[in-house]
């Protein structure tokens, strides 16, 4: 992988296949305050945005209303309550042994996400392997969100590697849109269950992260 040292990965649709759980929560959400269904052509637009751009999407407000927050609030109960009630949350296939693998190999392991703190305190309750992560950099309602550049160039600055030293996994457009703008030049695609179309501008498409072990 030339000079990596790093594999930095984005969360929901990457390492934790929840599309079906989002989709739901925020459908919900705009059947509650705007009465029509959130459209496919809405998720493909919005997806990989912080919660907050599409609450006030929905909402019609400025990002920095309170009532965009309240709503954020309101629509990550319902997708935890709709995790918890579909069993046992699961990495994405290979995750683990990818994991255990590049840090043998000497790598650091970063976490670069959209989704909000509470989330990702959710996620490492339920997946204590998330502890071998050497950063997680998650939205914290002040950096442009993705496609913008700017949540893995912080990411870098947290594992002291500039961007063309890590390797970047990402699911959506606007995910692998913000890691390119980053000018990471290592961008993999993850195919997950929702079966994404493939990317210009990335390295590969994987399916399960076991199969990225032989570039390590």
């Known amino acids: 992988?030339?000079?990596?040292?790093?594999?930095?990965?984005?969360?929901?649709?990457?390492?934790?296949?929840?599309?079906?759980?989002?989709l739901?929560?925020?459908?919900?959400?705009?059947?509650?305050y705007r009465g029509v269904p959130y459209s496919e052509e809405e998720m493909a637009r919005l997806d990989g945005r912080t919660s907050g751009v599409t609450a006030a999407y929905f909402l019609g407000l400025p990002l920095e209303d309170p009532k965009v927050n309240e709503v954020v609030d309101?629509?990550?109960d319902l997708y935890a309550r709709l995790c918890?009630?579909?069993?046992?949350?699961?990495?994405?296939?290979?995750?683990?042994?990818?994991?255990?693998?590049?840090?043998?190999?000497?790598?650091?392991?970063?976490?670069?996400?959209?989704?909000?703190?509470?989330?990702?305190?959710?996620?490492?309750?339920?997946?204590?392997?998330?502890?071998?992560?050497?950063?997680?950099?998650?939205?914290?309602?002040?950096?442009?969100?993705?496609?913008?550049p700017d949540i893995y160039l912080d990411t870098c600055k947290a594992l002291g590697h500039g961007?063309?030293?890590?390797?970047?996994?990402?699911?959506s457009l606007q995910g692998i849109q913000a890691a390119l703008s980053a000018q990471v030049d290592q961008v993999w695609q993850v195919v997950n269950d929702t079966h994404p179309a493939p990317i210009a501008g990335v390295r590969g498409r994987l399916s399960d992260f076991r199969e990225f072990i032989p570039f390590l």
Not at 4 to 17: E, H, P, R, S, Y
Not at 24 to 32: F, G, K, P, Q, V
């Open 1 to 22: 992988m030339n000079n990596a040292k790093a594999l930095v990965f984005d969360c929901n649709g990457t390492l934790f296949w929840d599309s079906r759980f989002n």
């Open 24 to 32: 739901a929560a925020w459908n919900e959400i705009s059947l509650r």
């Open 74 to 76: 309101e629509k990550e």
């Open 84 to 148: 918890l009630t579909a069993g046992s949350p699961s990495l994405a296939p290979g995750a683990v042994e990818l994991f255990d693998q590049a840090k043998k190999n000497g790598y650091l392991l970063a976490i670069a996400t959209s989704a909000p703190k509470r989330n990702m305190d959710m996620y490492r309750s339920w997946w204590p392997v998330l502890e071998l992560m050497d950063a997680i950099v998650c939205d914290d309602g002040k950096r442009r969100g993705k496609p913008m």
């Open 163 to 171: 961007p063309r030293s890590v390797v970047v996994f990402e699911d």
